[in-house]
């Protein structure tokens, strides 16, 4: 049974920072790839970051291109957004998410976390 909890939300001003995390367990996740959605009120859950348990390979929505760093512990089973320059139009419940087919691009995610409220207050 794969467990993703996700933790690190908050209220941030504009122009602040936030990192959250993700705790996985369950599974052996060295093949699979890891993700960070977010869905804002009234609006479709949108895809954020995805990178690799294995490798190098990251991948970013243009909307945070610049400003969201993802990164991961392997030794912890824990995934991270380091989120910087936050704006308001992120505000949203994060969720962490795991595509056990190890897409980073497209990732298709097969487990979800609970998610993780971020307010950004302009």
């Known amino acids: 049974q794969v467990q993703l909890v996700e933790s690190g939300g908050g209220l941030v001003q504009a122009g602040g920072s936030l990192r959250l995390s993700c705790a996985a367990s369950g599974r052996t996740f060295s093949s699979y790839a890891m993700g960070w959605f977010r869905q804002a009120p009234g609006k479709e859950r949108e895809f954020v970051a995805a990178?690799?348990?294995?490798?190098?390979?990251?991948d970013y929505a243009d909307s945070v291109k610049g400003r969201f760093n993802i990164s991961r512990d392997n030794a912890k089973n824990t995934i991270y957004l380091q989120m910087n320059s936050l704006k308001p139009e992120d505000t949203a419940v994060y969720y962490c998410?795991?595509?056990?087919?190890?897409?980073?691009?497209?990732?298709?995610?097969?487990?979800w976390g609970q998610g993780t409220q971020v307010t950004v207050s302009s």
């Open positions: 998410a795991s595509d056990s087919s190890g897409r980073v691009a497209g990732i298709n995610p097969d487990y």
């Open positions: 990178i690799r348990w294995s490798g190098v390979r990251t």
